[in-house]
């Protein structure tokens, strides 16, 4: 702290005061112009996905986040292949300091909060940074002619700046859609890419091999095997081809439809604190305590540090001559391109060490299946042990839910939603809880009984549900972890649409509409 009793990060002001901002509204903005807004930024989103960075080899080019692809809401080779990835960074940083009282900084006051959004956009710069020069030194190859023209450090140069301005124009857009939009750009980026996916691993109807005529579509290829195979043919092995095997079988498809009911039908749940207003009589309201109080952010960030770990792992490995870290198997072993080919597995699959262990369990094929029936799927345990597959699985669950537990609570503080903020918020509504005092400790104590635990429980839930999602597997690659956040970023964008349309009402139909 400094002598004034201010933190530190004051003295960065003069620097985070100066950075690019998307300034906000000076007045309210008609729910047509918030819609037309967020349709712009997704459209924006897409085509950014489909350009891509000049300069590069992309037969080269090793995507180390393919596993994570769709939750960093990001695509191989184009100016969005870091995705959400620095921003989410950046935000976990900061939470982890700020909860941690590492850094001291009240964030009910206007002057911290505006301090905290600074400094954390110059922390998402740096982490750019961060992220793109392991990826450009690692597993982004420059193409020859570039190298021809400008040599090796200038081409690596190029594909840097690319990468920041992508990653930079993501963080804008993700401003642009919180301050003139509705809702968060991260989530409704995560949104799309994963719908995207989940709709061309549905319908794809182009062969998932060149020289197979079998669709890649979960629902052109069970046309294909019903009308190509007889019912011998069918009872033979077809059914089983077509309910497990990849790419998108069927048990993929219903794995999906049930994440979603389910993810829908624990959205709904809560608890609903009665509130009467101090001074008007009849004047009542409901604060809801959700089930899933910290919404899916925990499971955001936790994907985040997994991606950073592989990314991490994934770099040691490929450069054998650094010291303890170089080629460690214990951190992370990855396949050759020869044992990739023969595995059947991308070259960013780990095989032992603790990235291994800490990588997502893509679907049944990667645990269920080859315990079941070794004979016929004991090639998809990849030369691991009946114990280590367990382990994996174990392992990948227990880190998902605690740490989404951690993060659930430092979100929970650092976003003015924990019991003391909450009883100041409605102590200044004007509202109080029947039956208790009318002060801002007498509600904190109410809220004590329901918030902390409630939080624990909904990080546990989401870190259960993203874990349990993947295990089951979805269509088209994009995780179960994707599918947990699309719903519930599709349920409280929703929601935000039908609060925005209720405000915009006449106050006495507002009034009637609100009960």
């Given at each position: ?15 985070t ?5 998307v ?11 918030k ?6 930024i ?6 950014m996905?489909n ?15 393919a ?10 080779g ?15 940083i ?78 804008m857009m ?12 991260i ?14 691993g ?29 019912a ?6 077809g ?6 095997a ?6 993929a ?18 608890i ?14 409901r604060y809801p ?12 960030l936790m ?16 450069n ?51 315990l ?19 382990t994996?699985v ?17 979100w ?7 019991p ?9 509504s ?8 009318r002060t801002p ?54 929601e ?20």
């Amino acid at each position: 702290m400094a002598e004034e009793g201010r933190s530190l990060l004051y003295k960065l002001k003069p620097i985070t005061s100066r950075l690019p901002a998307v300034t906000r509204p000076e007045k309210s903005v008609h729910f047509r112009q918030k819609m037309g807004w967020v349709v712009l930024i997704i459209i924006l989103y897409f085509v950014m996905t489909n350009v891509f960075l000049y300069g590069l080899d992309q037969a080269q080019t090793v995507d180390m986040f393919a596993s994570l692809r769709v939750i960093l809401a990001g695509a191989q080779g184009s100016l969005m292949h870091l995705g959400i990835g620095p921003i989410v960074t950046g935000s976990i940083i900061m939470q982890l300091f700020v909860g941690a009282k590492i850094i001291k900084l009240d964030l009910s006051k206007d002057e911290d909060k505006s301090i905290y959004q600074g400094t954390q956009k110059l922390l998402v710069i740096v982490m750019i940074i961060v992220e793109s020069v392991p990826q450009v030194f690692g597993f982004l190859t420059p193409s020859g002619s570039l190298v021809g023209s400008v040599g090796l450090g200038g081409a690596r140069s190029i594909i840097i700046v690319q990468l920041f301005i992508g990653s930079y124009l993501v963080f804008m857009m993700d401003e642009v859609v919180s301050k003139w939009g509705i809702g968060s750009g991260i989530s409704l980026f995560i949104a799309a890419g994963v719908a995207q996916q989940i709709f061309v691993g549905t319908f794809n109807w182009m062969p998932a091999n060149p020289g197979s005529p079998m669709p890649s579509g979960t629902i052109p290829k069970t046309i294909y095997y019903l009308s190509h195979n007889s019912a011998v043919e069918m009872a033979g092995g077809g059914y089983e081809g077509l309910l497990l095997a990849n790419p998108n079988p069927m048990i993929a498809l219903v794995g999906t439809i049930v994440i979603f009911l389910i993810v829908a039908y624990v959205e709904s749940m809560r608890i609903e604190l009665p509130l009467a207003h101090a001074t008007v009589r009849g004047a009542r309201g409901r604060y809801p305590i959700r089930l899933i109080y910290a919404s899916n952010i925990p499971v955001i960030l936790m994907s985040a540090v997994l991606a950073n770990v592989s990314m991490f792992s994934l770099l040691f490995w490929q450069n054998p001559s650094w010291p303890i870290v170089g080629q460690n198997w214990m951190i992370g072993a990855y396949p050759s391109i020869e044992q990739a080919d023969i595995l059947g597995i991308s070259r960013t699959t780990p095989l032992s060490g603790i990235a291994y262990y800490l990588s997502s369990v893509m679907g049944v094929g990667d645990w269920l299946l080859p315990l079941m029936n070794p004979d016929s799927y004991g090639y998809l345990m990849r030369g691991h042990a009946y114990w280590q597959v367990l382990t994996h699985v174990v392992t990948y669950s227990s880190v998902m839910i605690i740490g989404s537990i951690l993060f659930a609570k430092f979100w929970i503080e650092t976003t003015n939603m924990g019991p003391e903020a909450v009883a100041k918020q409605i102590e200044t509504s004007g509202m109080q809880i029947p039956g208790f005092r009318r002060t801002p400790r007498t509600f904190k104590r109410v809220l004590e009984r329901y918030i902390p635990a409630v939080t624990v429980i909904s990080g546990a839930a989401v870190g259960s549900l993203a874990a349990g999602a993947d295990m089951i597997g979805t269509v088209g690659n994009a995780s179960g972890t994707g599918v947990l956040l699309a719903v519930g970023i599709m349920i409280q964008f929703y929601e935000a649409i039908a609060r925005e349309r209720i405000e915009e009402m006449p106050r006495l139909i507002r009034k009637v509409v609100k009960g």
